[in-house]
């Protein structure tokens, strides 16, 4: 079967660094995406991975395992405006993204 | 990056009328778009794979006859939520894979739909 989970809520301070896990069953694997979901929005790209490694894209990186099915997103230097849901999700064989009930990142001052 | 634009953000209407979403691809071609539904604090749930030229593919437990899509060019889909009832208040959001290799999706702003 195919499976993703992601923690429900995490909590950070502003100018800190905070990690957001993701993991995910699947037998056909096409890719691992992180997007943002600012409360009352639509969801923007953040991050596309489909081989092993960190992807640096400024204050975020987004980190794929695919032996373990692991993937985390990080943000550094943490701004209010970064509080938001932010969704994983995987492309199953058929190029289906199966998504993840996402992350709430609250940041405190 | 590439553009896609729903219409209308915000939608009121009274129970028993008909609503019509429509998804645009601004300044990219996209022969498939898909259609979700969120409910708050909730993730995005697909409900149907719109196809140009030819009928929409509804996920399991999606009313087809409820949710008509419509995906006439290259660049335009439309949901319409027929005999709108208050269970159908949602946020109605539509997406599109962009022309890179990626394949990432675009997401228009989305449409809250509310029916009193």
């Known amino acids: 079967g195919q499976n993703i989970d992601q923690p429900t809520e995490m909590t950070a301070t502003e100018g800190a660094i905070v990690q957001i896990n993701c993991t995910y069953q699947?037998?056909?694997?096409?890719?691992l995406f992180w997007y943002q979901q600012h409360a009352g929005e639509a969801p923007t790209f953040l991050s596309y991975?489909?081989l092993d490694g960190l992807e640096e894209k400024g204050r975020f990186s987004s980190f794929l395992s695919r032996s373990k099915g692991y993937s985390y997103l990080l943000l550094k230097e943490l701004q209010m405006k970064d509080s938001a849901s932010y969704l994983c999700?995987?492309?199953?064989?058929?190029?289906?993204?199966?998504w993840g009930a996402g992350t709430k990142l609250i940041i405190k001052p | 990056g590439a553009v896609v634009s729903q219409h209308p953000s915000r939608v009121i209407c009274k129970s028993g009328t008909s609503v019509k979403i429509e998804c645009r691809s601004l300044?990219?071609?996209?022969?498939?778009m898909f259609w979700y539904r969120q409910f708050p604090k909730q993730s995005l749930m697909l409900m149907a794979t719109?196809?140009?030229?030819?009928?929409?593919?509804?996920e399991q437990g999606v009313e087809k006859d409820k949710f008509l899509i419509n995906h006439a060019s290259l660049t335009l889909s439309t949901l319409t939520v027929t005999s709108a009832h208050p269970e159908d208040s949602s946020f109605y959001i539509c997406?599109?894979?962009?022309?890179?290799?990626?394949?990432?999706?675009?997401f228009g702003e989305g449409s809250r739909l509310t029916v009193l």
């Open positions: 999700a995987f492309q199953d064989s058929n190029y289906q993204l199966i």
């Open positions: 300044d990219f071609q996209a022969t498939t």
């Open positions: 991975n489909v």
């Open positions: 699947t037998s056909g694997f096409n890719g």
């Open positions: 719109s196809n140009e030229g030819s009928k929409a593919t509804y």
């Open positions: 997406s599109a894979r962009g022309p890179r290799e990626t394949g990432e999706l675009f």
